[in-house]
Each structure stands twice: as C-alpha cells, then as structure tokens.
C-alpha cells in the first residue's frame, strides 16, 4: 500500500546536497586568499582587473568566442569562394592589361607656355635648348633623350 | 581556554554544544569569546568560526541560488562582509543570526542581479544523509530505483523552491531546511514572526501545489 509523504518530509532532502571534502579544502584555500587581500589592501587597479577575468567574466567572453567562431565558420566558405573569385578575375585583367604610357597633359613647342600658367603639377614636354632664356627647363622624362634635345 | 583548543573542540563537536543536525548554534558564549577574539586580530579564531558556519551558511545560500558554484561565492562574500564588520557586532543578536543575516542579504542581492541568468548547478547528495526512508517510501510508490527517484527529486525540488519569491524562498529554506526557528527567522530576515508564519504558509501551500505528484 503507498505511503503518506509529506511535504516537510521531501524537503529534508535537501539537508543532504552538500559539497565534498576537495570542494571545502578550494572553498578555504580561496577564503584565505581573499581575507589577505582585504587585510592587505590590494590596489584599486588589481581588484578590478581580478573582477574583470572573473569566472563571470569568462564565461560571458567564452560564449562570446562560442558565437564569434561559429558565424566565423558559417560566413567563411562563402567569403572565401567571392575572394577567390575576385582575384581569378584581376589576375585575369593583369595578364591583358596593356602597359600604360607616361600620362602628358601638355604638349608644345618651345616658348608655348606662359608663365602665368605654369603649374607645378603640369607634365608638359617640349624641345628645349639649353641657351634659350625660357623659363621652362621642363621635359617629361620619359621622353627624354628622343627628342635629340637637351634635359634638365 | 585557547583558540586552539576551541578549534578543536569545534571540529570535534565536543565541548562547544554544537549539534550539527540541529540546524542552529547554541553556543552563543564560545561565540562570543571567538568574535573578541577575531576584533583583537585573531586569525584563528575566524578560522574556527568559519569552519564552524561555511556548512550551514553554504546550505542557506545554496538552496536559495540552486547553483552550487555562486552558492560558494555567495558564502565567500558573507565571510568576507562578516570580517570586515565584525567591529560593528555588537553582540545585540547571536552571531549566527547576524552571520546568516549577512548571508541572506548577500543572496538576495545576488538573486537581483543574475535575474536574467539562470543555471542549475546541483550538488551531489549524500546518500547516507538523504533521509533514506523517504527515499524507501518514493521508491515503493513510484516503483522506481532509488538513486533514480533521489536524482528526479532533487531536480523537482530545486524547481519547486525557485518558483517561489526571493521572501517566500529563504522562509521555507530558513525553517524547513536548516531548521530556524520562527523567531531566529523573523530576526534574520527583519521581519514579524507573524509574518514569517504567513509567509511559510504561503510558500508551503505553493510547494505543495508544484510537488503534488510526490505527495500521494
């Protein structure tokens, strides 16, 4: 026949969930510890960075790396197949590219440009005799000796 | 008579009137004579009362946060809080209830925080301490292997405690489980003994709800 159980009955229970013998000897070993650190005083910046790598701490940074290796893993193949793609393609264009030539905006005889215009930043060539009085001693050097003038 | 020899005593459980199935302390004297001792910057002595209370206080706490891992910080924390005020014991109170005061409140403030984070972290039972005849009862009825029936039950009450409130909660671990009286429980929770007895009920009928499928 099934016996009565009451609810004070199953609470006892309870009075057995104890922690073991090693459980004690961690509990006053870190008790310890931490009594020292108090009576001692430790720095403001030691206690911090010892509540910062806290076990709370870890466990939220180590679900963090959990997430972070997992969306690394799903993002990664496809990421991979677009890069490689791309590169296929550049390696592609490299191989027909033409080579470029030396870019010249400008291009004149002597004496042609004005000394109102003149730039620094203007590429100019242009058949130059050295004992002219011009002020422009410019020529793209590129081109330099093809023009069976002197170069500055 | 010596720090050492009351360490002694207390670990032997001679001479310090301590019962460790009683639940509660009744050598508030050797308590007394601990604490100015510990005032006086007396290691050992709050060695001893820590080895005296870690148990208890681990119990309290642990059935409260049903996670034995934070139950060890929490208890860690109350020791730690109880050294550093001990100035302030002015001896109004029994040391106990003082330190499970501190113990209490650091469990709920815990419990306020991790509101949103919630594990289960259980401890392993004693089977010589697991009253055996309820276990022998629950197995007859249920008709299942008692180790089996001692796991499941053990998980059902954890449950059971956390769906009570925080006030409900310590009331019930407070007197059922570690044996307080109702007054020692109004003290320690800053309540009326009234209030206490109505909280108890409150709490026990909602228990009983939850548990109903055990207590044919």
């Given amino acids: 026949m099934p016996q009565k159980i009451k609810l004070e009955d199953l609470l006892k229970l309870k009075r057995a969930e104890r922690p073991s013998n090693s459980d004690w000897e961690r509990f006053d070993a870190e008790l310890k510890r931490r009594l020292v650190r108090e009576i001692v005083g430790e720095p403001y910046s030691k206690r911090f960075f010892d509540g910062v790598f806290s076990r709370t701490f870890a466990v939220y940074s180590s679900a963090l790396g959990i997430l972070g290796a997992v969306l690394a893993i799903a993002v990664a193949p496809t990421f991979i197949a677009s890069f490689s793609s791309e590169t296929d393609l550049s390696r592609q264009d490299a191989e027909f590219a033409p080579s470029h030539l030396p870019n010249i905006e400008k291009s004149f005889a002597i004496n042609e440009l004005p000394v109102s215009e003149f730039d620094e930043q203007t590429l100019v060539s242009a058949n130059i005799n050295s004992s002219d009085s011009n002020p422009v001693r410019y020529v793209s050097s590129s081109i330099g000796g093809g023009f069976g003038g002197n170069v500055f | ?216």
Wanted: aromatic content about 10%.
């Fill in chain 2, 1 to 216: 008579m010596k720090v050492s020899d009351l360490v002694a005593a207390i670990n032997t459980g001679v001479g310090v009137g301590f019962s460790a199935s009683a639940g509660k302390a009744d050598s508030p004297d050797v308590d007394i004579a601990l604490v100015e001792r510990v005032k006086a910057g007396d290691m050992a002595a709050f060695d001893a009362l820590t080895k005296k209370y870690r148990e208890r206080l681990y119990g309290v706490v642990y059935n409260m946060l049903s996670n034995r891992e934070d139950a060890m910080d929490v208890v860690q924390d109350s020791f730690i809080k109880a050294f550093s005020a001990i100035g302030s014991f002015k001896g109004k109170s029994a040391f106990y209830t003082w330190l499970y005061r501190i113990a209490v409140n650091k469990s709920i403030t815990f419990l306020k925080r991790a509101r949103f984070r919630r594990f289960f972290s259980l401890d392993n039972s004693d089977e010589e301490l697991a009253a055996p005849d309820i276990v022998e009862k629950l197995s007859e009825n249920c008709g299942a292997p008692r180790k089996l029936i001692l796991n499941e039950l053990k998980e059902k009450l954890n449950e059971a405690l956390q769906t009570l409130s925080i006030k409900h909660r310590t009331v019930v671990v407070l007197f059922e489980i570690e044996g307080l009286s109702h007054q020692e429980i109004a003290e320690i929770t800053n309540a009326s003994e009234a209030t206490v007895r109505t909280r108890l009920h409150y709490a026990k009928q909602q228990l009983r709800a939850y548990l109903k499928d055990y207590l044919k």
